[in-house]
Antibody, heavy 129, light 110 residues
Framework: QLQLQESGPGLVKPSETLSLTCTVS??????????WGWIRQPPGKGLEWIGS???????YYNPSLKSRVTISVDTSKNQFSLKLSSVTAADTAVFYC?????????????????????WGRGTLVTVSS | QSALTQPASVSGSPGQSITISCTGT?????????VSWYQQHPGKAPKLMIY???NRPSGVSNRFSGSKSGNTASLTISGLQAEDEADYYC??????????FGGGTKVTVL
């Protein structure tokens, strides 16, 4: 049974960079059948998609966060990571990693299915001095 | 990108049917059949309930159904049960090759 687990510091100072890792267990992150994404949820608020990555390194980002976000993948460790720079209190949130299906076609290459069918449990990151 | 519009709350009695709306634009809901719905209980991760407008993942009760008309997608819960009390979020693919969520709807079982 494939599982996702977020890890990283629970407290980050303003203006610093938030770094989180999602470890994929019970399956390979290098599967051609999936993209891997990050979603956040401020306390008491709704969900916000941050971005997604394929095992090859191909990425999609939320335009509103793109200037501050880097998502990377380490296939040797079966992990993908999130870096969010210049954080403020507004970045305080529960961060989830999740999986979304993809398929390869001969004509169009990799087609992403834009829904998340498997989620990690989430990790709270607080931005405070 | 702007969030999709959902009602803040919807309520119903056990056994009744309720419908949650999710309103978008020509850049998202109208243009693509890539609307999905998630259920989230307090302190838990979201759970996929509907994908690609009306498809149910394996294991999700057939009391949950999805549809779309014009710029509005809908999630209907029939035979409402106490366990259905949760927050529900819609999401849609957009023309910018991104994903946008709705603001969420709190479902209360009276």
């Amino acid at each position: 049974q494939l599982q996702l687990q977020e890890s990283g510091p629970g407290l980050v100072k303003p203006s610093e960079t938030l770094s989180l890792t999602c470890t994929v267990s019970g399956g390979s992150i290098s599967s051609s059948s999936y993209y891997w994404g990050w979603i956040r949820q401020p306390p008491g608020k709704g969900l916000e998609w941050i971005g997604s990555i394929y095992y090859s390194g191909s990425t999609y980002y939320n335009p509103s966060l793109k200037s501050r976000v880097t998502i990377s993948v380490d296939t040797s460790k079966n992990q993908f990571s999130l870096k969010l720079s210049s954080v403020t209190a507004a970045d305080t949130a529960v961060f989830y990693c999740a999986r979304h299906p993809a398929r390869i076609t001969m004509v169009r290459g990799v087609i992403v299915n834009w829904y998340f069918d498997l989620w990690g449990r989430g990790t709270l990151v607080t931005v405070s001095s | 990108q702007s969030a999709l519009t959902q009602p803040a709350s919807v309520s119903g009695s056990p056994g009744q049917s309720i419908t949650i709306s999710c309103t978008g634009t020509s850049s998202d809901v109208v243009g693509y059949n890539y609307v999905s719905w998630y259920q989230q209980h307090p302190g838990k991760a979201p759970k996929l309930m509907i994908y690609d407008v009306s498809n149910r993942p394996s294991g999700v009760s057939n009391r949950f159904s999805g549809s779309k008309s014009g710029n509005t997608a809908s999630l209907t819960i029939s035979g409402l049960q106490a366990e259905d009390e949760a927050d529900y979020y819609c999401s849609s693919y957009t023309t910018s090759s991104t994903l946008v969520f709705g603001g969420g709807t709190k479902v209360t079982v009276l």
